[in-house]
Structures are given as structure tokens and as C-alpha cells.
């Protein structure tokens, strides 16, 4: 991943920018090196409410057709581990590209060069660090204990405007991700080639028994989840008896500062049996989602709302969030919403039609196999 690359000599509007800088590299790389090992737990791992894959069909023999997932069980787990790998490296790899192209054009399209758009939008959205902020990031870092504050102090300045200028690139190039896979600007079509995601039986709605499961990761705050409503709507109409949906958190923190809470506030509601009625809520208020909204949403619902008030405040449910997150990086999401219809994954805020194709498609494939069987 190659865009802007910070001098840590210096950290002013003079710096050059010519690559991201090494820490957001770091984090990204780490993420990617981990897919191939995760996508091979979620493989393995068992879609215990969703009916087993048929795979790709391989031959067929006296008139009956054999399947992938019919192979020997010792060389499906070794396909599938060979597969995960080279997902993985043409992820990262295709990651790292994207990047420099997405910030290639945004800088083309505003007709500014890339340094300029560096200081535009990273540089000047960094404040320099207050002497309260960095006296106390001092007394909290243990690799300081033997030196005095005066000594280190411009170091520690330094360390904490670089810290802010990596975190800010990531959030400017998330956006960038964001705007154009829901623009129709950039399409992903590396996919995994087969997925199994299992389904949170507390956050499913349609038919218990439907062949077809939408697994959608979305954030309550974010416009273009809100558009793929609407098309999701439309699609478990179209399908009552054939397709189900199954929600998962994945809120952009840094994009949106209250997509955690409200993924939360969501989850609060679902223990008092009403998760869907909040979530239909919550996307029809994206604008009062504070701590305020939060809890006027639980008292038109008519929810015990001292017991929704103290779930907020409990952080039982960060854990549980950050696990759907970690999922969704892992399998390739790079931004909200993705949906993986059964193995099939969909970016962005498509219309129906485009949920519809991949659903026929499918569901004809069960047929042939039911008839062939």
C-alpha cells in the first residue's frame, strides 16, 4: 500500500508525502496477513441454521451430477485452505493498489496534485497536540520512565501528531472506499470462492426454514445503509418463503461516532425481544442517534427503559460487535453495507434487482440438484 509516506524527521505542511505512513501500513498488512488463517475458520465453521452448499458442480455420471462438496472430506479442507491463501494475497495485494488509485482520482478530480490533496485533507485536519495532551501520553508511556519530560517532550509532541496524521489518512481513505463502492464507482469482484457465515439467530427475520440467507454487515449511521434498505425491503417481499436476513454490526467508528452506540442501543433493544422494531427505527432517524435519540427511540417502542439506560452504559456488547467487525474485514468488507447472499457477496447499496438475479440463480441451482437427486 503505497500513497503518502510521512517523514518522521518532520511532520509540517513541509513534509512530502509519497506513501501512507508506516504505522497505518503496519495495521493494514496485519489485518490482511491474518485473512487466509480467518477465512479458514469461517470455513470450517458450521452454518448451523442455513442449508449445507451444494458447490460447484464437477461431472456428471450416469445421469446424475456430482458436486464439490461431495469430494473426498481430506481434499475439500485442503482445497479450501489452498483457496483461502491466495485470497488472501490477492486481497491485500488488490488493497494496496486500490488505494493509490482511490486517492490517484479523488486528486484528479479536484484537479490538485497528490501532495496537495495530502495537506488539504490529512495535514490540515491536525491539530498540533496541547502540553496537557502530551505531558500526560509522557507519564502514561512506560519506555519514558528514565528520562526527564523536558528531555523527551518535542519527541512525545512528534510521536502524537504522527499517531494523528496516520489515523486521519485511514479515515480520508475509508471515506474514499465508502463513496465510491456506493457510488458505482469501483466494483470488488475478488471473492472468497465459498463462505459460510453463520447467522445470529436473534437478529434474523423471515422464514426460519428459507434456502437463501442474506448476511448483511451495516452501521446504523451510514446513509448508504440506509438507501440498501429499501432494496432489501423489496427482495424478503418478493421472496416471504425463500429468503431470510440476517443482520450484522459493522459500524465505521472513525466515519460515523455514533454507529457504536447505536449498534449497542440495538442489541439493548433486542434483549427485551424487539431488535427489529429499533432497527427499523434507528434507520429512519440517522439523525438522532446521541444518547438522547437513543432512548427516545426505547420509549416509543415502550421499552423498560431504566434497563435499556444501564445496557448502554455496560459495554456487554463491545465484545460481540467488534467480533461481527472482525468478520467482515476478514471476509473482504471494506465498506458498509456488504451482503453475502448463502456464498455470493454484494457491494454496496445495489438495487433489488441485483439481490433478485443472484437469489433465482441460486434457487434454480437447488432445483436442479433436488431433481437430479
Not at 449445507?52 to 464439490?68: H, M, N, R
Not at 494475497?89 to 490533496?117: N, P, Y
Not at 498540533?128 to 528531555?151: C, G, H, I, M
Request: charged content about 25%; overall charge negative.
Amino acid at each position: 500500500m503505497t500513497l503518502w509516506k510521512l517523514d518522521h524527521r518532520q511532520a509540517d505542511c513541509t513534509t512530502q508525502p509519497r506513501g501512507l505512513a508506516a504505522h497505518a501500513v503496519q495495521v493494514r498488512r496485519a489485518m490482511m496477513a491474518a485473512i487466509a488463517c480467518a477465512l479458514m475458520a469461517c470455513f470450517a465453521a458450521a452454518q448451523d441454521t442455513a442449508p449445507a452448499q451444494a458447490g460447484e458442480p464437477l461431472a456428471v455420471i450416469d445421469g446424475q451430477t456430482v458436486y464439490e462438496d461431495q469430494l473426498p472430506p481430506a481434499e475439500v479442507t485442503q482445497l479450501q485452505r489452498m483457496m483461502a491463501q491466495v485470497y488472501g494475497v490477492k486481497l491485500r495485494a488488490l488493497h494496496e493498489t486500490l488505494d493509490q488509485k482511490l486517492v490517484e482520482a479523488e486528486a484528479k478530480k479536484r484537479g490538485v496534485s497528490r501532495d496537495d490533496l495530502f495537506k488539504a485533507e490529512v495535514l490540515a485536519k491536525v491539530a498540533e497536540p496541547s502540553n496537557d495532551e502530551v505531558k500526560a501520553s509522557y507519564q502514561a508511556r512506560e519506555d519514558l520512565k528514565t528520562k526527564s519530560f523536558d528531555d523527551v517532550k518535542d519527541r512525545v509532541r512528534k510521536d502524537l501528531k504522527d499517531a494523528a496524521i496516520q489515523k486521519q489518512q485511514k479515515i480520508y481513505v475509508e471515506g474514499l472506499w465508502q463513496q465510491a463502492l456506493n457510488d458505482g464507482e469501483l466494483s470488488i469482484l475478488l471473492t472468497p470462492s465459498k463462505v459460510e457465515i453463520q447467522a445470529d439467530p436473534s437478529r434474523m427475520r423471515g422464514d426460519v426454514k428459507a434456502p437463501i440467507t442474506i448476511v448483511e454487515f451495516s452501521d446504523f449511521s451510514c446513509p448508504f445503509c440506509l438507501k440498501a434498505e429499501l432494496s432489501i425491503r423489496a427482495v424478503m417481499a418478493k421472496y416471504p418463503n425463500q429468503v431470510r436476513l440476517s443482520y450484522r454490526d459493522y459500524p465505521l467508528r472513525e466515519l460515523h461516532p455514533n454507529a457504536q452506540m447505536a449498534a449497542v442501543a440495538a442489541r439493548c433493544a433486542g434483549e427485551q425481544g424487539k431488535f427489529w422494531e429499533y432497527h427499523d427505527l434507528l434507520f429512519g432517524r440517522q439523525d438522532k442517534q446521541n444518547r438522547e435519540g437513543l432512548l427516545e427511540d426505547a420509549h416509543a417502542l415502550q421499552l423498560d427503559e431504566p434497563k435499556f439506560d444501564a445496557c448502554l452504559s455496560s459495554g456487554r456488547f463491545d465484545a460481540q460487535i467488534e467480533q461481527d467487525v472482525q468478520v467482515a474485514s476478514r471476509l473482504g468488507v471494506v465498506a458498509t453495507p456488504g451482503f453475502f447472499v448463502n456464498d455470493t457477496f454484494v457491494n454496496g447499496a445495489q438495487p433489488a434487482e441485483v439481490f433478485d438475479q443472484i437469489i433465482d440463480k441460486k434457487l434454480s441451482t437447488l432445483d436442479q440438484k433436488r431433481a437430479a437427486n
